[in-house]
Antibody, heavy 117, light 106 residues
């Protein structure tokens, strides 16, 4: 069955960097687009970034554009999110999700990122 | 950017009630809308895609309707497992979630 396992979260100071990973299994990873979605504590869902199945196109929310980079390694079945210049408002649980032609068909359990001094 | 507005933000209901949640888009999104259910501490779960298509394994008491700018998620007979927060998401132009609707016990 489909499994998505995020890792790499933790506590980081404002202005710092962090790289999240999402290990995928149970499906042909190289055939599907992938999303990152985040949820600040007690708040709603916010779409963060999307990458096409082959990495040829990437899209970002305005709130992270220029600071975050989505990438993938299809040989390792792994999705990444490089987060730079982190701010307090980036504190959230970050989910990776498999794309089902636009919508998020499967979600990982999430990894918590806390930006605090 | 397309904005998604859900109403109500909180809904109090009893087991067996018929529940309707509304999602409005700031411009037409055709039928490119999904609905998700999220329980505390858990990842969201897809319920409905393309406005009215039921995801495999989702109980038939869930249904979606609408097109253009106005959409609804209906639970025909609320069950104890359905108390959760529900989100709509447009995927016509980039991706945007609604603010969520918490369905709580009356």
């Amino acid at each position: 069955q489909v499994q998505l396992v995020e890792s790499g979260g933790g506590v980081v100071q404002p202005g710092g960097s962090l790289r999240l990973s999402c290990a995928a299994s149970g499906f042909t990873f190289s055939s599907y687009g992938m999303h990152w979605v985040r949820q600040a504590p007690g708040k709603g869902l916010e779409w963060v970034a999307f990458i096409r199945y082959d990495g040829s196109n990437k899209y970002y929310a305005d709130s992270v554009k220029g600071r975050f980079t989505i990438s993938r390694d299809n040989s390792k079945n792994t999705l990444y999110l490089q987060m730079n210049s982190l701010r307090a408002e980036d504190t959230a649980v970050y989910y990776c999700a498999k794309d089902g032609v636009g919508y998020c068909i499967y979600w990982g359990q999430g990894t918590l990122v806390t930006v605090s001094s | 950017d397309i904005q998604m507005t859900q109403s109500p933000s909180t809904l109090s209901a009893s087991v067996g009630d018929r529940v309707t949640i509304t999602c409005r888009a700031s411009q037409s999104i055709s039928s490119w809308l999904a609905w998700y259910q999220q329980k505390p501490g858990k990842a969201p779960k897809l319920l409905i895609y393309k406005a009215s298509s039921l995801e495999s394994g989702v109980p038939s008491r869930f249904s979606g309707s609408g097109s253009g700018t106005e959409f609804t998620l209906t639970i025909s007979s609320l069950q104890p497992d359905d108390f959760a927060t529900y989100y709509c998401q447009q995927y016509n132009s980039y991706w945007t979630f609604g603010g969520g609707t918490k369905v709580e016990i009356k």
